[in-house]
């Protein structure tokens, strides 16, 4: 029983994280005509979505995105 809870857990966490994906990165706004045109936008699509949780997780911290490390 423990265990089902915890994989209903889990999928929540990722469908949100796809939710957010579609929000913010555009993940569900495509026209592609070819498998490469749709891997290419959904590779930068993610990658995008990658910059932006870390630039949060910075931005929480307190610390600047664009501050150099010393």
Not at 45 to 52: D, G, K, R, V, Y
Request: proline residues 1%; aromatic residues 12%.
């Amino acid at each position: 029983m423990v265990d089902l809870a915890w994989v209903a857990g889990s999928r929540w966490r990722i469908e949100e994280c796809f939710q957010q994906a579609k929000n913010e990165a555009g993940l569900d706004h495509y026209q592609a005509r070819s498998w490469r045109a749709w891997y290419a936008h959904i590779t930068l699509s993610m990658l995008a979505l990658a910059w932006l949780a870390a630039t949060k997780a910075l931005a929480i911290k307190g610390e600047s995105a664009s501050a150099p490390k010393t």
